[in-house]
């Protein structure tokens, strides 16, 4: 049994896109967060070592998000997700990455991809196959 553990609104600031005025200028990037964790432990014993330190998770997502632009939010989404699941207590995780200054000439509010990867239970290493939470 897993738990959901989420954490929305992580701003970042960074030069990710396929256009050159996008890498020269950057922009903001928001990040959602929903991690499957058994909390059961930590409830019992109200012990931080005993759940997924999601203040340490966001500080390392952040510092993913910061470095080495990529041209597209999927390749950034694959990026944060590798980074969740390398925390041992989180068995899967759904990474939402908005985009709200894409370079879109339309009114919009945002975009947004969501991406679901799961730890894989026998050899203990993440997939890259878009599976729903279970």
Same mark, same amino acid.
């Given at each position: 049994m897993v738990d959901e553990l989420s954490i929305t609104g992580v701003e970042c600031f960074a030069h990710h896109g396929v256009f050159d005025h996008e890498r020269r200028d950057g922009q903001v990037f928001v990040i959602d967060l929903v991690l499957g964790v058994d909390t059961r432990a930590a409830a019992a014993s109200d012990d931080l070592a005993d759940t997924a330190d999601y203040g340490t998770l966001v500080d390392s997502v952040k510092a993913a998000v910061e470095r080495d632009p990529v041209? !597209?939010? %999927?390749? !950034?989404?694959q990026r944060i997700a590798d980074v969740v699941l390398l925390e041992g207590r989180v068995e899967w995780t759904r990474v939402t990455v908005h985009k709200p200054d894409a370079p879109i000439q339309a009114t919009f509010a945002d975009v947004q991809l969501t991406i679901t990867r799961r730890r894989e239970a026998? =050899?203990? %290493?993440?997939?890259?196959?878009? %599976?729903?939470? =279970?």
């Open positions: 041209d !597209l939010i %999927e390749t !950034l989404a026998s =050899a203990g %290493e993440r997939t890259g196959k878009a %599976e729903g939470p =279970a």
